[in-house]
Nanobody, 126 residues
Framework: QVELVESGGGLVQPGDSLGVSCAAS????????RAWFRQAPGKDREFVAA????????YYGDSVKGRFTISSDNGKNTIYLQMNSLKPEDTAVYYC???????????????????WGQGTQVTVSS
């Protein structure tokens, strides 16, 4: 079993930067696919970014490409999402996820992940 706990959300202004973290416990995430998703009120959960099982490849949703960066620190067993040039449409609850055996073609599918954090609210507003 893996427990994921997000932190770092908050209220920022358009154009600002914000980093969120996801600390894992229970087992090491090395070898697991790791991802961030987000969900705005009334909308489906949206893929944001993912790290392949090896950690060697990153993938991003079209709406965040070039602005967001996913990374992980295996020593701290933590996943990070650095968000730059934030826009009001980035407002959502951000969730981290981890999964065993997630193949590349399934990285953007929330159903492919085994474990989820509780979410952290990010609000972008002036």
């Amino acid at each position: 079993q893996v427990e994921l706990v997000e932190s770092g959300g908050g209220l920022v202004q358009p154009g600002d930067s914000l980093g969120v973290s996801c600390a894992a416990s229970g087992r090491t995430l090395g070898g697991y696919a790791r991802a961030w998703f987000r969900q705005a009120p009334g909308k489906d959960r949206e893929f944001v970014a993912a790290l392949s099982r090896t950690g060697g490849y990153t993938y991003y949703g079209d709406s965040v490409k070039g602005r967001f960066t996913i990374s992980s620190d295996n020593g701290k067993n933590t996943i990070y999402l650095q968000m730059n040039s934030l826009k009001p449409e980035d407002t959502a609850v951000y969730y981290c996820a981890a999964g065993r055996g997630v193949i590349t073609s399934s990285l953007r599918n929330p159903g492919a992940y085994d474990w989820w954090g509780q979410g952290t609210q990010v609000t972008v507003s002036s």
